[in-house]
């Protein structure tokens, strides 16, 4: 027997439905490479993307086809968000930091049919243009210089369509993930898995979002899903603001130009905020909601945030899981315990968000599942309905037969179900048989005002195989020595986790994602030697 309800399948086109139908007036800022500024609202979204449905059944693009985007943040590449989904297509986003032959291989192996891009990336379009064999059409956001330009492609269309309907689990999103071996692996997300991910995204203890929201998300859109917020935001019908650049000075402007009071970006980008804060003299921007997560917040930068009255959402999360998994929120006790406390709860990557099951497991046995102690580190595993099953393409599934899907991060679970990851699989140092954990190290160091970054990782070492050390950037005119970062992590971390040596260099090197390349790291220190 069935259930006696209403048969709609969740496809993300409903999400801009409501947006016009509800909030068709709230608005959807841009402010463009160029300095200049653009405004359009949740209807003139839906009538664009409208448009481009339109636009790409005149080249014959539709169900399944795969649409590529190599773009920034800004609201015509939102259209083509719902533009290429609500025309049956898979919106492929492409991240324009990777390097040559990643983009080569991820254009192919998605079977891109057409490609829109900002024309800042017109050197990328010109060098990779015959390595992109399957790619047949070009449009340029915002330019008509070598391609159509977006406006004109669709402008030429009356929005008179409909969407193309289908199943729930048909796929919409394609995120490819670059990992420090091998081909990056292709992302899959539904309609069904997208929908779900934006129900439980907006619950209070998660993206806590409303109408009243006027939002930034620095996150990029070709990264994770954008974190949700595209589909988000228009359920409730939140204000968005997009910014092409990163400059600290460009978003505080932006900020207080658009009342914006909830603002999503990585570690990086409140790192950067607070600097341009302090040398400016300015008073931190009036935002009362952030969200991060994609590497560990440091600490130091969550008392500040805190202190200024912000109310934090750390989440963990991975593109594989579409990508919000756990988030850090307020407890039932919260408000009694001491700002400190605060603090340690919002430095932890939080629970799980209701829909996603976790669990760590012995990382030399997977078999043995870890209790939720708070002391026994694992490999940890997570499931659930916006989870990846399996990679684009692959022939095997990603996840056992239970759908636990390794995530290749290192955590332990405390007993209230907190979650704290402490590595990655790849970058733990094994000292001696005993696991030392590299983020805690990072963590420590980078509360150092001099400290711009830093990274630990493992080296050679005759008595205990591995022993770390830690490679540290200076701020730029600012002085700290290896001895003094070496006090400071002592107050934090168990002796014998303190670094073996600290090393200053200029640089560390960075993963096209932006994130430390630990990999690359290790190759440059190959040859280094530790005093036994
Ligand atoms: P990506 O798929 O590029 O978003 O990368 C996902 C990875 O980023 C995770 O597997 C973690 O290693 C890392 N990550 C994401 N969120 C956090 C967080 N809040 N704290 C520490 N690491 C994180």
Same mark, same amino acid.
């Given at each position: 027997?069935?259930?006696?309800?209403?048969?709609?399948?969740?496809?993300?086109?409903?999400?801009?439905?409501?947006?016009?139908?509800?909030?068709?007036?709230?608005?959807?800022?841009?402010?463009?490479?160029?300095?200049?500024?653009?405004?359009?609202?949740?209807?003139?979204?839906?009538?664009?993307?409208?448009?481009?449905?339109?636009?790409?059944?005149?080249?014959?693009?539709?169900?399944?086809?795969?649409?590529?985007?190599?773009?920034?943040?800004?609201?015509?590449?939102?259209?083509?968000?719902?533009?290429?989904?609500?025309?049956?297509?898979?919106?492929?986003?492409?991240?324009?930091?990777?390097?040559?032959?990643?983009?080569?291989?991820? /254009?192919?192996?998605? $079977? @891109?049919? *057409?490609?829109?891009? #900002?024309?800042?990336?017109?050197?990328?379009?010109?060098?990779? %243009? =015959?390595?992109?064999?399957?790619?047949?059409?070009?449009?340029?956001?915002?330019?008509?210089?070598? /391609?159509?330009?977006? $406006? @004109?492609? *669709?402008?030429?269309? #009356?929005?008179?369509?409909?969407?193309?309907?289908?199943?729930? %689990? =048909?796929?919409?999103?394609?995120?490819?993930?670059?990992?420090?071996?091998?081909?990056?692996?292709?992302?899959?997300?539904?309609?069904?898995?997208?929908?779900?991910?934006?129900?439980?995204?907006?619950?209070?203890?998660?993206?806590?979002? =409303?109408?009243?929201?006027?939002?930034?998300?620095?996150?990029?859109?070709?990264?994770?899903?954008?974190?949700?917020?595209?589909?988000?935001?228009?359920?409730?019908?939140?204000?968005?603001?997009?910014?092409?650049?990163?400059?600290?000075?460009?978003?505080?402007?932006?900020?207080?130009?658009?009342?914006?009071?909830?603002?999503?970006?990585?570690?990086?980008?409140?790192?950067?905020?607070?600097?341009?804060?302090?040398?400016?003299?300015?008073?931190?921007?009036?935002?009362?909601?952030?969200?991060?997560?994609?590497?560990?917040?440091?600490?130091?930068?969550?008392?500040?945030?805190?202190?200024?009255?912000?109310?934090?959402?750390?989440?963990?999360?991975?593109?594989?899981?579409?990508?919000?998994?756990?988030?850090?929120?307020?407890?039932?006790?919260?408000?009694?315990?001491?700002?400190?406390?605060?603090?340690?709860?919002?430095?932890?990557?939080?629970?799980?968000?209701?829909?996603?099951?976790?669990?760590?497991?012995?990382?030399?046995?997977?078999?043995?599942?870890?209790?939720?102690?708070?002391?026994?580190?694992?490999?940890?595993?997570?499931?659930?309905?916006?989870?990846?099953?399996?990679?684009?393409?692959?022939?095997?599934?990603?996840?056992?037969?239970?759908?636990?899907?390794?995530?290749?991060?290192?955590?332990?679970?405390?007993?209230?179900?907190?979650?704290?990851?402490?590595?990655?699989?790849?970058?733990?140092?094994?000292?001696?048989?005993?696991?030392?954990?590299?983020?805690?190290?990072?963590?420590?160091?980078?509360?150092?005002?001099?400290?711009?970054?830093?990274?630990?990782?493992?080296?050679?070492?005759?008595?205990?195989?591995?022993?770390?050390?830690?490679?540290?950037?200076?701020?730029?005119?600012?002085?700290?020595?290896?001895?003094?970062?070496?006090?400071?992590?002592?107050?934090?971390?168990?002796?014998?986790?303190?670094?073996?040596?600290?090393?200053?260099?200029?640089?560390?090197?960075?993963?096209?994602?932006?994130?430390?390349?630990?990999?690359?790291?290790?190759?440059?220190?190959?040859?280094?030697?530790?005093?036994?």
């Amino acid at each position: 027997m069935l259930g006696a309800m209403q048969d709609w399948e969740l496809r993300v086109s409903l999400l801009i439905d409501h947006a016009a139908r509800e909030h068709g007036s709230r608005e959807i800022v841009t402010s463009w490479a160029d300095g200049s500024e653009t405004r359009t609202d949740w209807s003139g979204i839906r009538r664009d993307a409208l448009k481009m449905v339109q636009a790409l059944q005149r080249l014959g693009i539709g169900k399944g086809d795969r649409v590529a985007t190599l773009a920034m943040n800004h609201s015509r590449h939102l259209v083509t968000w719902y533009g290429a989904t609500g025309a049956g297509g898979v919106l492929h986003t492409i991240n324009p930091r990777l390097f040559d032959d990643q983009l080569d291989y991820i /254009a192919n192996h998605a $079977e @891109d049919r *057409i490609l829109i891009y #900002d024309a800042a990336f017109q050197p990328i379009v010109d060098r990779m %243009r =015959d390595r992109w064999t399957t790619i047949e059409h070009y449009v340029c956001f915002d330019a008509a210089d070598h /391609a159509p330009a977006f $406006e @004109d492609w *669709i402008g030429a269309e #009356d929005g008179d369509a409909d969407w193309v309907q289908g199943s729930e %689990r =048909d796929p919409c999103m394609l995120c490819y993930t670059s990992g420090t071996t091998g081909h990056p692996k292709g992302v899959l997300f539904e309609h069904r898995s997208n929908m779900l991910h934006t129900y439980a995204a907006l619950m209070p203890q998660c993206l806590d979002l =409303d109408a009243r929201a006027s939002v930034l998300p620095v996150v990029p859109m070709f990264h994770a899903n954008n974190w949700g917020f595209p589909w988000a935001a228009a359920a409730v019908g939140a204000k968005l603001v997009y910014c092409s650049s990163n400059a600290a000075e460009t978003l505080c402007r932006l900020i207080r130009q658009e009342d914006v009071n909830y603002v999503a970006g990585v570690p990086t980008v409140w790192l950067s905020l607070l600097q341009h804060v302090d040398a400016t003299g300015q008073e931190m921007p009036p935002i009362t909601k952030a969200l991060t997560g994609g590497s560990a917040m440091p600490r130091a930068i969550i008392e500040r945030l805190m202190a200024s009255g912000i109310r934090i959402a750390h989440a963990w999360g991975m593109t594989e899981t579409s990508p919000i998994a756990t988030i850090a929120f307020e407890p039932a006790n919260f408000d009694s315990l001491s700002f400190d406390e605060q603090v340690t709860i919002k430095a932890r990557q939080g629970t799980a968000l209701f829909g996603v099951e976790l669990r760590t497991v012995d990382l030399d046995d997977p078999a043995k599942v870890l209790p939720r102690d708070g002391k026994s580190a694992g490999a940890l595993q997570v499931r659930g309905p916006w989870v990846i099953k399996r990679y684009f393409k692959a022939d095997k599934d990603a996840t056992d037969a239970e759908q636990w899907f390794d995530t290749g991060d290192v955590a332990l679970l405390h007993p209230d179900g907190t979650l704290q990851l402490t590595d990655r699989t790849k970058d733990v140092i094994k000292s001696g048989g005993e696991w030392i954990s590299s983020v805690e190290l990072e963590n420590a160091a980078v509360a150092h005002p001099a400290v711009a970054e830093a990274a630990a990782i493992g080296v050679y070492h005759p008595k205990w195989d591995e022993r770390p050390i830690l490679v540290v950037v200076r701020k730029p005119g600012m002085a700290v020595t290896g001895e003094e970062l070496l006090g400071l992590l002592a107050q934090k971390v168990a002796k014998w986790w303190l670094p073996d040596a600290v090393e200053f260099v200029d640089e560390i090197p960075h993963t096209g994602t932006g994130k430390i390349s630990k990999k690359d790291l290790r190759d440059q220190f190959r040859t280094y030697r530790l005093a036994e």
